[in-house]
């Protein structure tokens, strides 16, 4: 945590407990600050309600994996059964859909998984060569950190008070190093 | 399954009402302690127990890799299938060890959707437990092979033969498409699990090759609330996709057989009997895992007792229904009047192989009604050697389905025994030395215990104060 | 040689004349794909050449391409069989001068098309890498000049001393022979011919002479009986001549348009294949042949209203089966027939007394031209085993016998041998007569030589070489000519004879080269039988004195041999149809068939009842040891429903030291056991003691079970039954889905269990057709073989009286096959024209295929059979594998085979048809097991042809599907059994 002099954006507050972490952020937003984010060592319940976090939309990207999985195969299947390659297999029919289910099925599962997945890294910019912003090595332990912007409650001197009250260990304004 | 099972549940609600967290992991343990716990295993020497179990598995790998080595360098004849008996040791070597890997899944997923929060400690190493197994179990299909150096062909690539493509109708293909969506699915599951406490490690590791290497697995993690909830939210999705998932790829094994012409194969029963079969095999497999895991790492008060003792009641469960599906299969046999059928049967219980028949029922369906007593269930001891005895059991079942069906069919003429040879049983020596290389390099180089989903559950980190 | 004559073909061969095929190839373009191939070859080739260690051998294309030899077309000579004395007519296929494959030659009165399992074979013997290079002396390699040179001198010395030289031979039924070892007599007053058959029927030799004063044996024909009584007679397996008799007992076991067919009872001891096809199976002691014989005269007798004079043997003979035999055999005198392998004399008049009272004699007992094989005299061959012993011979040449292996008391004949100034053997290899002899002047394969044959007197055939000589040999002809100081060329010779004797009585008035001409393209040559019937015959008084006093005889001994002690057994040793007497031993491919009835491989065994099983405490595969005074065998068990409980046997012809590797140690030597009786040889004998040896030998069997489990799998019928009840239509199996649309042709096949007798040709046939891989004795033990058709054998009923079925069984190229749904890389489908084919290019091994394939005939190639040092058979040396066939791929290690139908052979008919501009006729196309089956039994077609064979025989009454139910819709159909047992 190299402490920049010049331009400290942030207002941290540090908190040991989900439970007063979750008030703070009420407190914050009932007083109309935007709550820039929160870092949690795992996913706080509640904590979405009071960061007015909307619903993910990473359910589309499934439904977009998926259909293109099944389409896909069942074209393919068709493509190689009955127009490429028809073979007397068997003397079943060249077109034998229900014996291309289970493949269909499989590759439907395949990529509406893979889809979700991409959607995920894609939007959460999680990528093995990003270097994290971390508020603070222990958020990922044990800590939970609220953080302001600092432009926002420059002119608010109620608001370090107000995150105290609310059971802040610690207060400070710092810049999140990259 | 317990109560809780039956409270409905949507897979898209990311966050549930909150029940009361009852307290499944022992005494009140700090999320500092977790981490630090889970961490020793990672930053500490292995202990003597460690470097023996080590050993003797690299020691059983090694056979494994020798007898292949010497049936693809030699042929398949090196083994004692014969023109009757075309599968035997390889085939049931295989669904043995996908049956391993879907209590895997279950615990990871379907355990997940039902909010069972006893899993969050065992999930981990249970996903681990799957891929291993799944990856033992493709090596079967491979080396079982006459060609296996053109296994290749059976991926649908385009090539300049004319159009030349796979068979789309062979139960076979579908397993190559099933086991590699189910491998491949699992990994990313796994990983995905393992980023945020590899964000954790890395946090807690001073700078150096070893911080380099969990910043770049951690993918750049911070910890953000909006990052978790779409985190929260892509895990549900996946396991809402790996519940069907597990369900059809042994259902799809099942059909190896059950699409076939053959009495003893051909049955309508096998998918939800593999699919039982397999989710029993899998808990037995993970008892006897974690029953060592938690003696040999000192993981008792995450895994604790009663982790032990609900995965009895679900072992119990499926035995009961692996058990009434054994008995289905006679009853049609008998009431179906078909005189191949008949004898199929009639020869498994009382025929040359009957004697691996009796052991599976013993095993599977005998031994495990012991878990209706409440002291059975607790004890540890009894859960272990149930939990082998399950493994063997298991493992029969498929050898009587598969050589019990094969050696005897339609035309008396072409009836044959079959006899294992010592290569045979090289490789299925190799598959565990494989199996348990993996994972106990995998406990030792990896965070076993799913920190973060502990932290959750366990829900004291407000309470401990930092200093 | 070969190279200076000009050859026939045979008639198939001649439609497609030279001309046509010329022009065809000229109007074939060569297409991009083909240049590319031939490219691809020449740059292989030239690589390959380039880093091979080995010598650079060039190929050398045709610069005068030979007018009969196309590349990459087969050219067929007619020739004769010489696998036994039978003299079977057949057509050699070549391929680039190389025999491949045997067929049987249709234009042949008596083999008529069909051959066996042995004469499928010895084309491959012709490729035996254990063949002597040239001649050798005092067993060192030398030039024929050499050779030569040293028996001239010592003949000349023998001939001057006035020494005694003996040829001692087989049986010869080419008339040029004989009349060339005829002229040796006469140059040579000393000199004498001994023919010596290993498996002797000097008795019914002798007692056809006495009742018939014929030099030879009766011509049975089968064909032409009702009612057949085999007394001890393997005559569909290995007695006289069994392609011939198989032909014709096939031709009575149709039901002919009165519904009548033939009934057989077989009297005997061990079960032989032709015991497994007779309606009523009597198991004797072996020494109740006579007492059987004389039960059934006295009945006869009594019906002709004629005195025997001779008591009623009171042995335990089944009297219900013989007096229904005499029965039938009454109701049809004139059209029934007695036949006894007895090689007691009193026995074979009784026998040839019954056929006279029964007016068979001149209808299935042929006599005015008698059959010419089997010429053996045990007694003259005793006397000059007695002579070499005192040292009376001074020069022996050995043609075609092996007694040092064959000979009851070998040890006495080698003996003989040292005591014989020279000894020249003919052998084609150093066996254990040779390895004794001074020289060895190995004869041509018969394959590479000139010879005629006459087994039965006045049908004639020719042989002609079908390849020149592989190797440095010399017929042995041309050696005895040489020897004589004449010409050595025997072709002359045949050919003079031929101008001299047969021309001369040749009615059809043609030059003798027309006939000649004739007689090499047809490959066969037969009088016209003469239009005036020869008046019945009429039994002299002589006869009847003859007959009455053997009928005494026989009592006598019936009474002598009657209540053996209890642990005292009688043996009783006979020949297996592939192995015979041993000759063939050194065949791969004759070892690994399956023995028609027991099913065992590789070895010979210890044939017992299950009742004495149990009384010894014995099971298959326990070694017993085998005792009699003068000599002790070591042998595994095979327990057998139907064997005569009192009576063990012993397969001859086995056990061989010097024929080679393939034959070296596999059985057990039972010649040693043959005993000798009123100076015939005996095949069976008394006061045997049998004990456990404590240890055990498992028995390389194709089939381990051979009970049907009561599944409808051979399935039949009685006569009567037939006859009642009338065809209903079969309604077809429901399917799922829509039978897909065919192409033209919808090949397959119908087999009529009937008829067939399980005589394994077809296994060999398909074998030497598809380049079926030898995997021998250890991998058939581990259930590997890998036979592409089988013989599949039932046994059911009581023990003592059991029923056995035969069932060939191949790929059934069902329209809905198990096998090409679960196949993942889709190597194996169906063809439009209704095949069920396998690429073994795509195969990647599976096995799905072969375990949902409820006929389990498929088969995997578990390790690289070819060039392989650990199956060490005709495919790992270049000499054994010329006989591949190049139109059949040989499969590599890891793919999955079966049956293809001879797709090789489907093609070649279509390719025919389309250059004749003509659609593809019903019979063009045979497949091998089709062709080689002499009961015409496998019949294969069009089955979209309503008209063709195969849909009518599909359509008929006793028509059924095996596994039917399962709904795989088979090509292949099987004809009911029908069972024509006397309600009796």
Not at chain 3, 32 to 61: E, H, N, W
Not at chain 3, 667 to 691: C, I, K, M, W
Request: charged residues 20%.
């Amino acid at each position: 945590m190299s402490e920049n002099a010049f331009a400290p954006e942030f207002l941290v507050a540090m908190f040991d407990d989900q439970r007063r972490l979750v008030g703070a952020v009420n407190a914050v937003r009932a007083r109309g600050l935007r709550v820039h984010d929160v870092y949690a060592p795992y996913p706080v319940h509640r904590l979405d309600e009071a960061m007015g976090i909307r619903r993910s939309r990473l359910p589309l990207a499934t439904l977009a994996g998926g259909v293109l999985g099944l389409v896909s195969a069942l074209a393919f299947e068709l493509y190689v059964s009955v127009y490429d390659w028809p073979l007397n297999v068997g003397g079943k029919p060249d077109n034998s859909m229900l014996a291309f289910i289970p493949v269909a099925f499989e590759l439907t599962i395949l990529s509406a998984g893979l889809a979700t997945v991409a959607a995920l890294l894609l939007r959460c910019r999680l990528f093995p060569t990003i270097r994290p912003r971390v508020v603070g090595r222990s958020v990922t332990d044990d800590q939970f950190a609220l953080v302001l912007r600092w432009r926002h409650t420059a002119f608010d001197p109620q608001v370090e008070r107000l995150l105290y009250e609310h059971g802040a260990r610690d207060v400070s304004r710092k810049a999140i190093e990259r | 399954m317990t109560p809780s099972a039956l409270a409905p549940v949507s897979p898209q609600k990311p966050r549930p009402a909150p029940r009361p967290v009852q307290p499944w992991i022992a005494a009140d343990v700090s999320a500092r302690r977790i981490t630090d716990e889970v961490m020793h295993p990672l930053i500490s020497r292995p202990g003597a127990a460690w470097l023996a179990s080590f050993a003797l598995a690299v020691l059983a790998l090694a056979v494994g890799v020798a007898s292949v080595a010497y049936e693809v360098a030699t042929g398949v004849g090196v083994w004692g299938l014969n023109k009757t008996v075309g599968w035997a040791f390889d085939i049931t070597n295989f669904v043995f060890w996908i049956g391993i890997g879907h209590a895997g899944t279950l615990i990871s997923a379907i355990l997940l959707l039902l909010r069972q929060q006893w899993r969050t400690s065992i999930s981990r190493s249970a996903e681990a437990m799957t891929i291993f197994a799944v990856l033992c179990a493709a090596v079967f299909p491979l080396i079982h092979m006459g060609r296996p150096w053109l296994a290749f062909w059976v991926i649908p690539y385009p090539n300049s033969r004319g159009p030349l493509w796979v068979n789309f109708r062979s139960p076979l293909l579908w397993d190559v498409f099933a086991i590699n969506t189910y491998l491949t699915i699992s990994l990313v599951f796994w990983y995905l699990g393992m980023i945020p406490d590899f964000a954790t490690l890395r946090d807690r590791t001073a700078a150096g090759s070893r911080r380099l290497v969990y910043s770049l697995l951690s993918f750049g993690w911070n910890g953000s609330a909006r990052t978790w909830s779409r985190y929260e939210t892509a895990t549900t999705i996946l396991a809402g996709l790996a519940t069907p998932l597990v369900i059809s790829v042994h259902t799809i094994v099942s059909m190896d057989f059950a699409t076939s012409v053959l009495p003893g194969w051909h049955s309508t029963v096998f998918p939800p009997y593999f699919v039982a079969g397999a989710v029993f095999s899998g808990f037995g497999m993970v008892l006897t895992l974690l029953i060592i895991t938690r003696t040999v790492m000192h993981l008792e008060h995450y895994i604790s007792i009663r982790h032990l003792e609900v995965m009895a009641k679900v072992m119990l469960l499926t035995g009961s229904i692996v058990g009434l599906a054994y008995a289905l299969e006679f009853f049609n046999a008998w009431y179906g009047g078909n005189v191949y059928e008949r004898y199929a049967f009639v020869n498994r219980a009382s025929g040359p192989y009957a004697w691996c028949f009796w052991i599976m029922v013993l095993c599977n369906v005998l031994a495990p009604q012991l878990l209706w007593i409440r002291r059975v269930r607790r004890s540890v001891a009894a859960l272990f050697l149930l939990s082998i005895m399950v493994n063997i059991g298991m493992w029969f079942e498929r050898f009587v389905i598969i050589v019990t069906s094969l050696h005897r069919s339609y035309l008396p003429s072409s009836w044959t025994m079959y006899r294992p040879t010592i290569i045979e049983v090289g490789t299925l020596v190799g598959s565990f030395g494989l199996f348990f290389t993996c994972f106990l390099a995998f406990i030792r180089v990896l965070p076993m215990i799913a920190m973060w989903e502990v932290k959750a559950v366990t829900g004291h980190a407000s309470e401990t104060t930092h200093e | 040689m070969a190279n200076d004559l000009t050859f026939w073909k045979n008639r198939v061969h001649v439609e497609t004349s030279r001309e046509d095929l010329e022009t065809n190839r000229a109007d074939l373009e060569t297409s991009r794909r083909d240049f590319l191939t031939r490219m691809g070859f020449v740059l292989a080739a030239s690589a390959l050449a380039g880093c091979s260690r080995g010598a650079v051998q060039k190929a050398i294309p045709f610069l005068i391409k030979p007018e009969e030899t196309m590349p990459g077309v087969a050219t067929w000579y007619a020739s004769t069989c010489g696998a036994c004395s039978a003299g079977c007519g057949l057509l050699v296929k070549t391929r680039d001068g190389r025999p491949i494959k045997i067929e049987g030659n249709t234009e042949s009165p008596l083999s008529g098309g069909g051959t066996c399992a042995s004469g499928q074979a010895t084309v491959l013997s012709l490729y035996d890498a254990e063949r002597l290079k040239g001649p050798t002396w005092l067993g060192v390699p030398v030039t024929w000049q050499d050779v030569d040179a040293r028996i001239e001198e010592r003949l000349r010395a023998a001939m001057a001393g006035r020494h005694n030289l003996v040829l001692l031979s087989g049986t010869i039924v080419s008339p040029s022979t004989r009349a060339l070892i005829a002229e040796w007599k006469a140059r040579v007053p000393t000199f004498r011919h001994v023919v010596y058959d290993a498996v002797s029927f000097s008795a019914l030799r002798r007692a056809t002479g006495a009742c018939f004063a014929i030099d030879g044996l009766p011509h049975y024909r089968f064909d032409r009986a009702t009612t057949i009584v085999g007394i001890e007679a393997d005559f569909l397996g290995t007695w006289l001549s069994p392609v011939e008799f198989t032909r014709q007992y096939a031709r009575r076991r149709r039901p002919d348009a009165a519904g009548v067919m033939s009934r057989h009872y077989q009297f005997e001891a061990g079960v032989s294949l032709t015991g497994t096809n007779a309606d009523h199976r009597v198991p004797i002691a072996a020494s109740q042949q006579g007492a059987v014989a004389l039960a059934i005269l006295r009945r006869v007798a009594i019906e002709a209203g004629v005195e025997t004079g001779a008591a009623e043997v009171d042995g335990a003979i089944d009297e219900g089966a013989v007096a229904s035999a005499a029965e039938d055999l009454w109701r049809h005198r004139g059209a029934s027939l007695v036949v006894s392998g007895s090689q007691d004399t009193a026995t074979q008049i009784v026998v040839h007394a019954i056929n006279a009272l029964l007016g068979n004699i001149g209808t299935t007992v042929d006599i005015e031209s008698p059959s010419l094989q089997k010429q053996g005299d045990d007694r003259s061959l005793a006397q000059l085993v007695d002579e070499m012993q005192r040292g009376d011979i001074h020069g022996l040449m050995l043609y075609g016998v092996n007694p040092a292996y064959d000979f009851p008391d070998a040890a006495r004949f080698a003996r003989g041998m040292e005591s014989v100034a020279l000894t020249i053997s003919f052998a084609d290899r150093l066996d254990e007569t040779a390895s004794l002899a001074h020289a060895v002047c190995p004869d041509h394969h018969f394959l590479e030589a000139w010879n005629d044959a006459e087994a039965v007197t006045a049908s004639f055939s020719l042989a002609q070489p079908a390849i020149a000589p592989l190797l440095d040999t010399r017929a042995a002809q041309d050696s005895l000519l040489k020897w004589l100081g004449k010409e050595p060329d025997f072709y002359a010779y045949v050919r003079e004879f031929w101008r001299t004797h047969i021309h001369p009585t040749d009615a059809r008035g043609r030059t003798f080269d027309e006939l000649w001409d004739h007689a090499l393209h047809d490959g066969v040559y037969y009088r016209d039988v003469p239009a005036a019937k020869t008046p019945p015959f009429r039994p002299s008084r002589a006869f009847t004195a003859a007959w009455q006093s053997a009928a005494h005889e026989v009592a006598g001994q019936g009474r002598s041999s009657a209540a053996p002690a209890a642990d005292r057994y009688e043996l009783h040793l006979y020949e297996t149809v592939a192995i015979r007497d041993g000759r063939h031993a050194n065949n791969p491919w004759l070892q690994e068939l399956p023995d028609p009835v027991t099913k065992i491989t590789w070895g010979n065994y210890l044939v017992l009842a299950p009742s004495l099983a149990r009384r010894l405490g014995v099971e298959s595969g326990d070694v017993v040891r085998m005792g009699v005074p003068d000599a002790q065998i070591e042998l595994p068990a095979y327990v057998q429903p139907g064997q005569s409980p009192g009576t063990v046997s012993i397969a001859l012809g086995y056990g061989r030291q010097h024929a080679g590797k393939v034959a070296y140690g596999v059985g057990a030597n039972a010649f040693p056991l043959v005993t000798s009786f009123d100076g015939e040889r005996q095949y069976h004998r008394g006061g045997v003691v049998l004990q456990k040896a404590g240890r055990s030998e498992p028995l390389a069997t194709t089939q381990a079970h051979h009970s049907m489990e009561g599944r409808p799998i051979v399935r039949t019928t009685t006569l009567s039954a037939l006859l009642s009840e009338e065809t209903e239509a079969r309604p077809e199996a429901a399917s799922l889905w829509a039978d897909r649309e065919g192409g033209p042709h919808r090949w397959g096949l119908a087999i009529d269990l009937n008829s067939c007798t399980g005589c394994s040709a077809c296994v060999t046939a398909c074998q030497a057709e598809n380049n079926v891989p030898v995997v021998g004795r250890d991998e058939v033990l581990r259930g590997r073989e890998m036979h592409w058709i089988r013989i599949d054998a039932y046994t059911g009923g009581s023990e003592d009286h059991p029923e056995t079925l035969v069932q060939p069984m191949m790929c059934q190229h069902c329209q809905n096959a198990p096998c090409e749904t679960v196949c993942p890389v889709a190597a194996t489908t169906h063809s439009s024209d209704g095949l069920n084919q396998q690429v073994y290019n795509r195969c990647i091994g599976t096995r799905y295929c072969e375990n949902n394939c409820p006929y389990k005939v498929r088969r995997f190639n578990w390790f690289r059979y070819a060039q392989n040092e650990a199956f060490d058979f005709n495919m790992n040396n270049p000499v054994g594998r010329m006989v591949l066939n190049p139109d059949v791929t040989v499969r590599s290690r890891g793919v999955m085979e079966k049956c293809s139908m001879c797709i090789q052979r489907v093609q070649d008919g279509k390719l025919l048809a389309k250059q004749e501009g003509r659609p593809v006729a019903d019979g063009d196309i045979k497949t091998a097991c089709q062709q080689v089956c002499p009961a015409d039994s496998i019949v294969f077609g069009d089955l979209n042809d309503p008209e063709s064979r195969v849909a009518r025989m599909r359509a008929g009454q006793r028509h059924y599907l095996v596994l039917d139910e399962i709904g795989t819709k088979p090509n292949v159909g099987y004809l009911m059994k029908i069972k024509n047992r006397s309600e009796a």
